[in-house]
């Protein structure tokens, strides 16, 4: 397509959206394509979060400095194609209905080579190799690109990664959708940003339907929660119904189909928190090659942030992903219920020994993905591999002194027992008297006692005097009448205890070395430091031999030896 000078300002640019902030984001722009030609920029970053808005604000922007500014939609090849043809019959109106698609595209493509000058966004492009033939062919102007893709650009373009918004920014773009005039808008306006993630698409999605409906964002809030499959596709009316939160990121999992394992990973994570998930959460779903493969297509695609040793994702695409939609295949029920109980079993694989030192920071790492996993997970959905994850999370904390939230995670754990497992099975005893002795430590012998004398008569009853969890039972009530100062009761149940564990499990034994202390803590109470001073003397040495001088229940009896030294005879 020869002949014709350069077009006065041509522009095609679609009309600027509803547009907050982004100033870090247009000044690096500013900065990369402000030299001479030929700069290629790629806007990456998951669906929803304003690449496209962005694009256009900065085109606009700057579309004075351009002799022509030229909008493609670039999904697929053919959208491409259209896009150049377009451009061919906008330079030359003539040749409109009179060349094929081949020729128009080949005119544009040859004219943009012929010329600098100008800029080309491409909007939505799938695969960096899709636009390669046309960056290498027409090289003399500028690019800017859009892509939900973050990694194949090398050789291509300079990747800029978009994020979600700042809080502030967030509370910006809702109250400039919202009507000013309307106060209710900042009521729940905040905790509405941050439960959308602070992505673009999302509150925009909200304000259009609180808009639409005169509702307040915290409403929109308790819809959410109530309803989330149908609030994350709701449009307001003559809004795109595509261009939801729910459909965004179907098109991206669609793009995947061909990778059943990359979806099975999207679910899994789905139900842990957002941020720092060990990769070893995922190890045992495949072979190591085909998870890591699977990882990195996903993040290719901004479904996910992989790091070294973690993985992030954004916790509206979590939600999403969670939430069942039978006419949605990548979120069919089946699937998303297979997912959970997955990701339970997946963190039970990797649980550490509660009471080894050396696991704690471990233990660290997984408690806020047990603890998102618990909060997203109905308890009528728990299974006994949650019940057992629920149990271990809830004894931790209950070693490291945090009954208050030991209570919540061990009592969860007790029910779903009863439920699969009845009353009187061992675990479900060992898992009540868990219960019991936490809500001791949070300070209520009132509600601790009566359940611990129920747990010690079951316990007798089904496992018989000796078993350990029977005297775990009986240590647990006789230190519950010792916080209760019912030292009549305490010190012979303690006595008997310890005689039991002595004979049953043996010196050296842990809780042999607990019952010394505790029997220890009642003489001491009574005020006959005579008896408490040699045995605290015997726990300490037998703690230092048997767990280590750094162990938690060694520090705990030299505490006690100590107060019991400086107590008045």
Known sequence: MGGGGRPAGLSNLPRPGLFVGRARELARLDAALAGPGGVVQAVHGPGGVGKSTLAAQWAAAHAAEYSLTWWITAATPADIDAGLADLAVALRPALAGV???????????????????????????????????????????????????????????????????????????????????????????????????????????????????????????????????????????????????????????????????????????????????????????????AVLGAVGRLAAYSM????????????????????????????????????????????????????????????????????????????????????????????????????????????????????????????TLASWNNVAGAYQDVGNPGRAIPLLEQVLVDCVRVLGDDHPDTLTSGDNLAFAYLAAGDLDRAIPLLEQVLADRLRVLGDDHPDTLISRNNLADAYQAAGDLGRAIPLLKQALADCVRVLGADHPQTKIVRGNLAAARQHPQ
């Open 304 to 427: 996910l942030t992989a790091h070294v040793d973690t993985l992030a994702m954004h916790r509206l695409v979590q939600a999403v992903t969670r939430t069942p939609d039978p006419g949605d295949p990548h979120r069919a029920p089946q699937a998303i219920d297979d997912a959970r109980d997955l990701a339970t079993l997946q963190l039970v694989g990797v649980l550490p020994d509660p009471q080894d030192p050396a696991g704690w920071p471990g233990w660290r790492m997984l408690l806020p993905h047990i603890d998102a996993l618990a909060s997203h997970a109905p308890p009528d959905t728990d299974t006994q591999a949650t019940a057992y994850l629920l149990n271990k999370a809830g004894l931790f904390f209950y070693g490291q002194g945090q009954p208050g939230y030991a209570v919540g995670y061990l009592q969860r754990a007790y029910f779903r027992c009863v439920r699969v497992l009845g009353a009187d099975h061992p675990h």
């Open 99 to 289: 060349l094929p698609l081949e020729a128009l595209r080949e005119g544009a493509v040859q004219w943009l080579a012929a010329r600098s000058g100008w800029l080309v966004i491409l909007d939505n492009v799938s695969d960096p190799a899709d636009v390669a033939p046309l960056l290498a062919r027409a090289s003399a102007g500028r690019y800017l690109i859009t892509s939900r893709r973050a990694s194949g650009w090398h050789g291509t373009a300079v990747p800029v990664r978009l994020d979600v918004l700042d809080p502030a920014e967030a509370r910006a773009l809702l109250a400039a959708i919202l009507a000013p005039d309307r106060p209710q808008e900042t009521d729940g306006a905040a905790e509405l940003c941050a439960e959308l993630g602070f992505l673009p698409l999302a509150i925009e999605q909200a304000g259009a339907y609180l808009a639409q409906a005169g509702a307040a964002p915290r409403e929109y809030l308790d819809l959410l929660a109530r309803y989330p499959a149908a609030m994350y596709q709701a449009a307001p009316e003559g809004g795109d119904a595509a261009r939801t939160i729910a459909r965004i990121w179907h098109v991206t999992v669609d793009r995947l189909a061909g990778d059943p394992l990359a979806g099975q990973v999207l679910r899994i994570l789905a139900w842990y928190a957002p941020e720092a998930i060990p990769r070893g959460l995922l190890d045992g779903l495949a072979d190591p090659p």
